[in-house]
């Protein structure tokens, strides 16, 4: 199996905020930003496993600013890690100002999806390499959040989370 960039699963969506969508402060509810960006992270992991997924977790969601009725919102979507069957994607989440069209981070997000066969069974994915700096950034922590989580979730100890070691060491 080939390894592939994490350019190669960019998913951008954009699309507009309605009043449909809104609270009573007029401002997306975060249940609609989670939904978009869970469709724009299976997109992704689509791209990259040439698989069907399925959403494993969301492992971190900040809602660093508020998306108001109106807005043009952008989800940047791509793979930033692949492990055997699953696959982190790292998202961008940006608002376009109504008046200047100046864009402006609003959020990210970081999801885990399984590539599965038609069975549903968990099924192996291509590596990835990343290219950019960033690229590389996001790849390394990966492997940290990952170790994170499955201690926290008693699937592996703390002894053997090697990533992890070296942060505190």
Same mark, same amino acid.
């Given at each position: 199996m080939q390894a592939k960039t994490p350019s190669e699963s960019i998913c951008v969506m954009t699309d507009l905020v309605l009043p449909s969508e809104t609270n009573p402060l007029n401002n997306l509810f975060g249940g609609e930003l989670l939904a #978009?960006?869970?469709r724009a992270a299976s997109i992704a992991a +689509? +791209? %990259?496993? #040439?698989r069907i997924v399925v959403t494993a977790s969301v492992n971190h969601v900040a809602f660093n600013r508020t998306v108001p $009725?109106?807005?043009?919102?952008?989800i940047e979507a791509k793979v930033s890690r692949a492990f055997k069957t699953s696959m982190e994607i790292f998202m961008d989440v940006w608002i376009? !100002? #109504?008046?200047?069209g100046v864009r402006a981070k609003a959020n990210e997000a970081i999801y885990t999806f399984v590539a599965v066969d038609e069975t549903g069974?968990?099924?192996?994915i291509p590596?990835?390499?990343?290219? /950019? !700096? $960033?690229? &590389?950034s996001r790849f390394e922590a990966a492997l940290r959040r990952k170790q994170l989580s499955l201690v926290l979730a008693g699937k592996m100890k703390a %002894?053997?989370? /090697?990533? $992890? &070691?070296a942060l505190f060491q």
């Amino acid at each position: 199996m080939q390894a592939k960039t994490p350019s190669e699963s960019i998913c951008v969506m954009t699309d507009l905020v309605l009043p449909s969508e809104t609270n009573p402060l007029n401002n997306l509810f975060g249940g609609e930003l989670l939904a #978009r960006m869970d469709r724009a992270a299976s997109i992704a992991a +689509r +791209r %990259h496993s #040439r698989r069907i997924v399925v959403t494993a977790s969301v492992n971190h969601v900040a809602f660093n600013r508020t998306v108001p $009725l109106g807005s043009v919102v952008t989800i940047e979507a791509k793979v930033s890690r692949a492990f055997k069957t699953s696959m982190e994607i790292f998202m961008d989440v940006w608002i376009e !100002d #109504r008046e200047s069209g100046v864009r402006a981070k609003a959020n990210e997000a970081i999801y885990t999806f399984v590539a599965v066969d038609e069975t549903g069974r968990p099924t192996q994915i291509p590596e990835i390499n990343p290219e /950019t !700096d $960033l690229e &590389k950034s996001r790849f390394e922590a990966a492997l940290r959040r990952k170790q994170l989580s499955l201690v926290l979730a008693g699937k592996m100890k703390a %002894h053997d989370a /090697t990533e $992890l &070691k070296a942060l505190f060491q």
